[in-house]
Nanobody
Framework: QVQVAESGGGLVPFGGSLKLSCVAS????????IGWFRQAPGKEREAVACITRASDRIDYGTSVKGRFNVSRDNARNTAYLQMNNLEPEETGVYFC??????????????????WGRGTQVTVSS
């Protein structure tokens, strides 16, 4: 099993940047694909990005391509989400999720086994 915990959220101005971290414990990060998701008030959970165990495949949600960057450091059991040019509509709770089932794929669907509690990101206009 993997436990994950997000950090790095906060208040950022329109057009600003923020870097989120996802720290894994338990089995650690090395055997898990990681997905990043977000949920705005009253809206469904939306996929942001995902990265495979070995970082050999990365995928992004359409709305964040070119602005967000996902990465991981398995030695530190940490994954990252660098967010640039943030917009007020991207305000919400950002979640990290992990799954050990997939060897060389990751998916942009909320089907991961292990989830963190989320970290709040607020983008002011």
């Amino acid at each position: 099993q993997v436990q994950v915990a997000e950090s790095g959220g906060g208040l950022v101005p329109f057009g600003g940047s923020l870097k989120l971290s996802c720290v894994a414990s338990g089995d650690g990060l090395i055997y898990a694909a990681i997905g990043w998701f977000r949920q705005a008030p009253g809206k469904e959970r939306e996929a942001v990005a995902c990265i495979t165990r070995a970082s050999d495949r990365i995928d992004y949600g359409t709305s964040v391509k070119g602005r967000f960057n996902v990465s991981r450091d398995n030695a530190r059991n940490t994954a990252y989400l660098q967010m640039n040019n943030l917009e007020p509509e991207e305000t919400g709770v950002y979640f990290c999720a992990a799954d050990q089932k997939w060897h060389n794929v990751c998916v942009l669907e909320p089907v991961y086994d292990y989830w963190g509690r989320g970290t709040q990101v607020t983008v002011s206009s």
